[in-house]
């Protein structure tokens, strides 16, 4: 499996190859990179997908040890280094959408677009502190977990039955302590409001509009960057690139050609299409002609 070496943690990441534009996305809170394989079998070859597991998630490597979303951000250009990709379009749903202003705030050089999803620049409030220690109190309990993780299945997901019974199975295998770290991430997490103004780059905003995320934040988020566009996607809940493909592949696709030139985001130096994606880490949807 491909890594990207940082100084204390090793990024797993699956890159599509090819020679069109590279996009870099990051994935929600207790998922991982295979959450956008309908996104990578749609979309390429024309364009190159990378897709990567943040730490505490997936096949990624890490010491345990607390880390914040600017941390990730620099994991995200790591991978970018690791594949001598000077430019890319970087996005993501939900957590990757905080690394992905991240990213670009850190690097605005290196981050030709944005496409975020079901995401948003606040901190949490005082309210969801608190809801999300009760859940998490409980979700390391033996008992409640699994019931637990069926309701956080279905606020995620929906009516899918198939992906929740997916997801339910990799969430009760999952160590606690990577749990309770990642957490500690996305619930500290500072607000980047202030600085959305420095983010010129184009950027795509889906909101999901039964998302964990208040359509107000969303709309916040897209009206403060500078050269955003605002697109909501109705009775779809928070992973809606999974639930709602069709939608949101159409959605970035048009973006992707508006923004970004085949060809012109990947150094002439790589040598592309080494390392295929592996999409079969996430099983074949019974739908997925229509995925």
């Not at 980047?192 to 988020?221: K, M, N, Q, W, Y």
Request: charged letters at 25%.
């Amino acid at each position: 499996m491909p890594f990207a070496h940082a100084i204390d943690a090793e990024i797993h990441y699956e890159d599509s190859g090819g020679n069109g534009s590279v996009v870099l996305l990051g994935h929600e809170f207790l998922m991982d990179r295979t959450m956008f394989a309908s996104q990578t079998a749609a979309l390429t070859p024309e364009f190159r997908f990378v897709s990567w597991d943040a730490r505490g998630h997936g096949h990624t490597r890490d010491k345990g040890l607390p880390f914040t979303y600017w941390t990730c951000a620099r994991d995200a250009l790591t991978v970018l280094d690791q594949l001598g990709v000077e430019r890319a379009v970087v996005g993501g749903i939900s957590q990757g959408g905080y690394i992905a202003l991240r990213t670009a705030l850190l690097a605005p050089e290196r981050v030709a677009a944005l496409v975020l999803i079901g995401t948003e620049a606040h901190a949490p409030t005082p309210q969801e502190l608190v809801n999300a220690r009760r859940f998490l109190d409980k979700w390391y309990e033996d008992g409640p977990r699994q019931a637990l993780a069926e309701y956080l299945a279905r606020w995620l997901l929906g009516d899918d039955d198939w992906y929740r019974a997916v997801w339910v199975k990799r969430w009760l295998a999952r160590d606690h302590h990577a749990t309770e770290v990642a957490a500690g991430c996305l619930l500290g997490r500072d607000s980047i409001l202030d600085r959305l103004p420095e983010i010129t780059c184009p950027t795509l905003v889906i909101h999901p509009t039964r998302s964990g995320i208040p359509r107000a934040h969303a709309r916040e988020l897209a009206e403060r960057l500078p050269d955003a566009r605002y697109l909501e996607i109705e009775n779809a809940r928070q992973t809606v690139n999974m639930t709602h493909p069709v939608a949101v592949n159409a959605a970035i696709r048009d973006f992707l050609r508006e923004h970004t030139v085949s060809r012109s985001l990947t150094p002439s130096r790589f040598r592309t299409g080494e390392i295929p994606v592996r999409t079969a880490d996430l099983p074949a949807h019974p739908k997925s002609e229509s995925h």
